[in-house]
């Protein structure tokens, strides 16, 4: 928010979701190949490597003083706190299936498909490579068209995928799948993240981004135990569908959302 025009903030947004999302693209297969060859404590050395160059950039960025003035957000603020709450739920209840995914979804691969720690690897940088480019896309979309409309398409379009990948078997489909629920994934991350901006009271920002991604933090706590556990009870098929029903949940909170913001 403090070098974006508020005009172009999902653009901006995009080109910083890009990043960590193609990172965590590139992660699984990387790691499943270097794992697959050289064995998993080494393969995690080689990746803590790799994360030095990057802590010498964002601490060169942090020392770079900003010539930006702060503007306020005083156009399309969102006051009702019933909406906040929905909207608030519906990214709580998403970002719990994301880190699901990010967790599970090679391990899912492997134990309901039946694919190798490679090709797990590989489909699963396909889901987040599709995410990380659709990011750009849905920056542009989220600049000219009401953000909640963008999020409620995204949630319903994932919900009919996941469930398809939970219940397709052919490898064909599921590779189609996998991508166009990466893309579905991507396109709503600039409006979510520029959405904060308008339910934030003005010059406060920085901390709604604080409280709410602390918030998803705190949610990939505590994913991995519930889906773990689940899938420990049943199994991980029957965990992916209870992450279906979360985003069913989600989708429902950003309708919701969409119809008392503008009723």
Known sequence: SDIAPRESIGRFMALQGFGGTFGVALAPFILGFLASTMGWREAIQYIAVFSIPILVCIWWLLNRPSGHEKKGVTERVITSKTVIVFILMGFVLQGFVFRSLVSFFPTYMVDIHGSSLKIA???????????????????????????????????????????????????????????????AQGLSVPAMSSLILYMSPPDSAGKSYGAIFSIGTITGFFSPIIVGYIADLYDLSFSFSFLIICLVCAFIFASMARILRFR
């Open 121 to 183: 690897g590989l489909l699963t940088s396909l889901l987040f490579m599709g995410s990380a480019f659709a990011e750009l896309i849905g920056g542009e979309w989220a600049d000219r068209t009401e953000k909640l409309n963008v999020i409620v398409i995204s949630y319903g379009i994932r919900c009919v995928l996941l469930y398809l990948i939970n219940v397709i078997i052919h490898e064909g489909s599921l590779i189609f799948l996998i991508l166009a629920f990466g893309i």
